[in-house]
T-cell receptor
């Protein structure tokens, strides 16, 4: 049982490049989400999904796209990277319902130059 | 609008003493879940404790307890008998009926030997 996996662990992009951060979970969780963590800002929700084929925007969705074609996978796409997107990105999953905690992946440290 | 407020950017506690980390939240939902997570310097997010909005008793998990005061909209984390390994960032989070999680900006706890 691998839990939540994220790739890559580190990435450096040039402004304007695009890339996809991968996230997968093997716990059959309906709910998956992406956060970015910036110093002094806590974790901010980018996008989330309550099941395959269903996605919705969080607090800071601009510049990011997601899709959920399977229960297991929830990739995050940066369309045209900007220095403001330099951050640590976490993927998380949980069962749907108020009482369920989220399980987090190890994070991806992204630098945009 | 900010949903979770953690007003203590940094806290210090003597080893073996108890410490309280403050968290207040803002929601118009009647049903919600409150969570605390620990983030050590290695970066992973570790779930500590959960409290439901309708739970009448304060949650406890080992050395962690949650001091839940619904009328004041506060959900403070109490760590008893602090250990050196408790030094970390601590995040308070709320899950609402819309399935969105909101995190506070975190409190950095340092345990002094």
């Amino acid at each position: 049982n691998a839990g939540v996996t994220q790739t890559p662990k580190f990435q450096v992009l040039k402004t304007g490049q695009s890339m996809t951060l991968q996230c997968a979970q093997d716990m059959n969780h309906e709910y998956m989400s992406w956060y970015r963590q910036d110093p002094g800002m806590g974790l901010r929700l980018i996008h989330y999904s309550v099941g395959a084929g269903i996605t919705d925007q969080g607090e800071v969705p601009n510049g990011y796209n997601v899709s959920r074609s399977t229960t297991e996978d929830f990739p995050l796409r940066l369309l045209s990277a900007a220095p403001s997107q330099t951050s640590v990105y976490f993927c998380a999953s949980s069962y749907s319902g108020l009482s369920y905690e989220q399980y987090f992946g190890p994070g991806t440290r992204l630098t945009v130059t | 609008a900010q949903k979770i407020t953690q007003t203590q950017p940094g806290m210090f506690v003597q080893e073996k003493e108890a410490v309280t980390l403050d968290c207040t939240y803002d929601t118009s939902d009647q049903s919600y879940g409150l969570f605390w997570y620990k983030q050590p310097s290695s970066g992973e997010m570790i779930f500590l404790i959960y409290q439901g909005s309708y739970d009448e008793q304060n949650a406890t998990e080992g050395r962690y307890s949650l001091n839940f005061q619904k009328a004041r909209k506060s959900a403070n984390l109490v760590i008893s008998a602090s250990q050196l390994g408790d030094s970390a960032m601590y995040f308070c989070a709320m899950r609402n009926t819309g399935n969105q999680f909101y995190f506070g900006t975190g409190t950095s706890l340092t345990v002094i030997p």
